[in-house]
T-cell receptor, first 115, second 112 residues
Framework: AQSVTQLGSHVSVSEGALVLLRCNYSSSVPPYLFWYVQYPNQGLQLLLKYTTGATLVKGINGFEAEFKKSETSFHLTKPSAHMSDAAEYFCAVRPGGTSYGKLTFGQGTILTVHP | NAGVTQTPKFQVLKTGQSMTLQCAQDMNHEYMSWYRQDPGMGLRLIHYSVGAGITDQGEVPNGYNVSRSTTEDFPLRLLSAAPSQTSVYFC???????????FGDGTRLSIL
């Protein structure tokens, strides 16, 4: 079984400030972890993914996330927020190393960026 | 490159009506999935397919049917629509098990 918890359904930051979106997971096997972004009235777009190897992964639009096994976390960060980052963000987990693993999503975090 | 195409984009149904949501991908992806998105609940998996002729249930399959006669298409059928099925439905596909999924733009469905 696997699950994802995103801490904070809404996060508000000022333009230029640090963005930190929290994600904790549970998985009975080594996980593959993903962050997706959803802009209004659109589908989900992949920001970044962790499968194996380096635990700090860099994605598009200046975002990065660090896989911390001991903390079962995969928090998403960006050093300086931009107005265009306003969107809903989803963390997701699936079993690693399987032929096809079901993707389980967190509840989502809406990011608001103030001028 | 069209990616994942969902039709229709919007639909209003009456309780008890049936309907098919269409999903097509032109990337020769083996894996396809249907999700529903409800406020505060993220995306929940309805059904998925690992290849033509093979489908399986996800987390919330009741009230929905799927089939996969071709690699490209993965339609979702609502047999008898209920207000609880009001949601935004997303179709997704991926090349193989280690690749992230590509999502369509969604179908917004309202059941009155």
């Amino acid at each position: 079984a696997q699950s994802v918890t995103q801490l904070g359904s809404h996060v508000s930051v000022s333009e230029g400030a640090l963005v930190l979106l929290r994600c904790n997971y549970s998985s009975s096997v080594p996980p593959y972890l993903f962050w997706y972004v959803q802009y209004p009235n659109q589908g989900l777009q992949l920001l970044l993914k962790y499968t194996t190897g380096a635990t700090l992964v860099k994605g598009i639009n200046g975002f990065e996330a660090e896989f911390k096994k001991s903390e079962t976390s995969f928090h998403l960060t960006k050093p300086s927020a931009h107005m265009s980052d306003a969107a809903e963000y989803f963390c997701a987990v699936r079993p690693g190393g399987t032929s096809y693993g079901k993707l389980t999503f967190g509840q989502g975090t809406i990011l608001t960026v103030h001028p | 490159n069209a990616g994942v195409t969902q039709t229709p984009k919007f639909q209003v149904l009456k309780t008890g009506q049936s309907m098919t949501l269409q999903c097509a991908q032109d990337m020769n992806h083996e894996y396809m999935s249907w999700y529903r998105q409800d406020p505060g609940m993220g995306l929940r998996l309805i059904h998925y397919s690992v290849g033509a002729g093979i489908t399986d249930q996800g987390e919330v399959p009741n009230g929905y049917n799927v089939s996969r006669s071709t690699t490209e298409d993965f339609p979702l059928r609502l047999l008898s629509a209920a207000p609880s099925q009001t949601s935004v439905y997303f179709c997704a596909s991926s090349l193989d098990s280690n690749q992230p999924q590509h999502f369509g733009d969604g179908t917004r469905l309202s059941i009155l």
